[in-house]
C-alpha cells in the first residue's frame, strides 16, 4: 500500500521503476509496443513486474495509459490529446508541460478537499495519458515528458522518488494570463529577470504558461516582483507559482 505519510515524504506513489525508465524504456520499444495487439502483454515486452491490479503504483499507471494507446490506435491521437496536428509549431516540449500544468492546477482548484492517493492518482494518470503517446510516437523528448511528470507529481505532492535537481531546472507557472498571450509575449514580460531556458503556452488557450529560467536566480527574482508588486503580461497582471524540486527534496512551493 501506498504511504499517505505526514512524515515530510509526501503520499508515497510505489513504483518498480521510476518515470525516467519508463519513458526511455516506451521510446525505444516504440516499434514494438506499437505494433502490440494484446495489451495483456505490454508488461512483458517491458520486462516488468507488475503488482496486483488493486495497488496503485506507477508502474501500473504507465502500463493503463500504454493499454489506451493499444486499444485505440487513432490516427487523430495528436489532435484530441493536444488540439494539435503532428508537426505544428506550437507543439513544443514546453508547450505540452504547461498542457499537463494546467490540468493539474485546473484539478487541484476543483477537488481542494480530496486528499489520498488514489484520488490524486487520477490526475496523476491523465497527464500520463497525455505524455505516454506522445513519448511512443516520437513527438516528445523522454527526459521533457519524466520533467512535466515530477512536475505535476510536486503539484499534486505524490512521491514518484527523486530526481536530480540538474534535470529539473527551475521553473514558475503563470496563470490568469490572456488567451492570446504566446512565448514571445512572457519572454518580453520575464527576459529582465534572468535568462530564460524555455517557456511554453498551454494548448486549446487556457491562457496559462510555463517559464524555465537557467538558474534559481531568475525565478526567486519573478516571485518576489509578483510577491512585492506584479508580473504583468500583455498588460494584464499574471498570478505566479514557483515550481521546484518535489517537497520531500526541498519545501514545495506555495501561493
Keep these: 500500500m501506498a504511504d499517505q505519510g505526514d512524515d515530510g515524504k509526501g503520499i508515497v506513489l510505489e513504483c518498480n521503476e521510476g518515470p525516467a525508465w519508463w519513458f526511455h524504456t516506451i521510446a525505444s520499444k516504440n516499434d514494438d509496443i506499437i505494433k502490440t495487439e494484446d495489451p495483456k502483454r505490454l508488461a512483458e515486452l517491458l520486462g516488468v513486474a507488475l503488482t496486483t491490479e488493486e495497488e496503485t503504483s506507477l508502474d501500473a499507471m504507465m502500463i493503463q495509459a500504454l493499454n489506451k494507446v493499444v486499444e485505440t490506435k487513432k490516427d487523430n491521437w495528436c489532435k484530441v490529446l493536444w488540439d494539435c496536428e503532428k508537426g505544428d509549431e506550437r507543439l513544443t516540449a514546453?508547450?505540452?508541460e504547461a498542457t499537463a500544468l494546467y490540468y493539474v492546477v485546473d484539478w487541484l482548484k476543483r477537488n481542494e478537499s480530496l486528499k489520498n492517493l488514489d484520488e490524486k492518482a487520477t490526475c496523476l494518470q491523465q497527464i500520463l495519458d497525455s505524455l505516454v503517446p506522445s513519448v511512443l510516437h516520437g513527438i516528445l523528448d523522454p527526459d521533457a515528458a519524466t520533467r512535466a511528470t515530477y512536475s505535476g507529481a510536486s503539484l499534486l505532492e505524490?512521491?514518484?522518488?527523486?530526481?536530480?535537481?540538474?534535470?529539473?531546472?527551475?521553473?514558475?507557472?503563470?496563470?490568469?494570463?490572456?488567451?492570446s498571450a504566446t512565448s514571445d509575449d512572457i519572454i518580453n514580460a520575464l527576459e529582465e529577470f534572468g535568462v530564460?531556458?524555455?517557456?511554453?503556452?498551454?494548448?486549446?488557450?487556457?491562457?496559462?504558461?510555463?517559464?524555465?529560467?537557467?538558474?534559481?536566480?531568475?525565478?526567486?527574482?519573478?516571485?518576489?516582483?509578483?510577491?512585492?508588486?506584479?508580473?504583468?503580461?500583455?498588460?494584464?497582471?499574471?498570478?505566479?507559482?514557483?515550481v521546484s524540486l518535489p517537497a520531500w527534496q526541498e519545501p514545495l512551493w506555495y501561493s
Excluded: H
Design 94 to 96: 514546453a508547450a505540452m
Design 158 to 179: 505524490v512521491n514518484i522518488g527523486k530526481m536530480e535537481e540538474s534535470s529539473f531546472p527551475a521553473a514558475i507557472i503563470l496563470t490568469g494570463i490572456r488567451k
Design 196 to 242: 530564460i531556458n524555455e517557456v511554453g503556452v498551454a494548448l486549446k488557450g487556457y491562457g496559462f504558461g510555463m517559464v524555465r529560467f537557467t538558474t534559481k536566480d531568475g525565478v526567486n527574482k519573478v516571485w518576489e516582483e509578483y510577491v512585492c508588486s506584479e508580473v504583468v503580461v500583455q498588460d494584464v497582471a499574471a498570478n505566479v507559482r514557483k
